[in-house]
């Protein structure tokens, strides 16, 4: 079974509206981790926001938020007020486990997002 | 202050012949990462260093590929033979001791093998 799984290989959105790209997840474990990258064309992986599993808030950094379902195991990315340099590829990433072995991030197949003037 | 460091950004190499991926971590940072992205997929995790210590090298094939992370210089993910299978974006990442899941990713190295 895919750790990680994101439905939507391309979206679109119209600049300054916000979008939500989906994520999904599947672990046993009760400590975990979830993450978002953002790669644009360029290629390298900007680190855009992390949530821990036991965190009693939605985690948010500026436009981006996280919507986070610990019943439904998602954990949705939610940009708001679209802007033009959006436009990118964007992973989910999780990492398992507690202490000295969180370290492997498992990765999701990615999103492209379009932003549409 | 300087971010993860990787040379070179594109190597292109003929088949058979060796391929040698650097990775400089952040200052402060002990712990190494080295995962792979091929075409239209998710990055991979490839393998764990710690200083002159490979941790957990279980994503990496079992031929052809090593890596190492020496006392003094950067990390090297050296591939052997190559072949156009190993055509793929190899991203080094680095985090500071205690915290291993706080990743910092360089810019990647994007290796062609014609």
């Known amino acids: 079974a895919q750790k990680i799984t994101q439905t939507q290989p391309g979206m679109f959105v119209q600049e300054k509206e916000a979008v939500t790209l989906d994520c999904t997840y599947d672990t046993s474990d009760p400590s975990y981790g979830l993450f978002w990258y953002k790669q644009p064309s360029s290629g390298e992986m900007i680190f855009l926001i992390y949530?821990?599993?036991?965190?009693?808030q939605n985690a948010t950094e500026g436009r981006y938020s996280l919507n986070f379902q610990k019943a439904r195991k998602s954990a949705n990315l939610v940009i708001s007020a679209s802007q033009l340099g959006d436009s990118a590829m964007y992973f989910c990433?999780?990492?398992?486990?507690?202490?000295?072995?969180?370290?492997?991030?498992?990765f999701g197949k990615g999103t492209l997002l379009t932003v549409n003037p | 202050n300087a971010g993860v460091m990787q040379n070179p950004r594109h190597l292109v190499r003929r088949r058979g012949q060796e391929a040698r991926l650097r990775c400089s971590p952040m200052?402060?940072?002990?712990?190494v990462y080295w995962y792979r992205q091929l075409p239209e997929e998710g990055l991979k995790f490839m393998v764990y260093l710690q200083k002159e210590n490979i941790i957990d090298e279980s994503g990496m094939p079992k031929e052809r590929f090593s890596a190492e992370f020496p006392k003094e210089g950067p990390s090297i993910l050296r591939i052997q033979q190559v072949v156009r299978g190993d055509s793929a974006a190899y991203f080094c990442?680095?985090?500071?001791?205690?915290?291993?899941?706080?990743?910092?990713f360089g810019p990647g190295t994007r290796l062609l093998v014609l």
């Open positions: 990442a680095s985090s500071p001791h205690g915290l291993e899941w706080t990743q910092y």
């Open positions: 990433a999780m990492r398992e486990g507690s202490g000295g072995s969180n370290y492997k991030l498992t």
């Open positions: 949530q821990g599993s036991y965190d009693q």
């Open positions: 200052k402060g940072h002990s712990h």
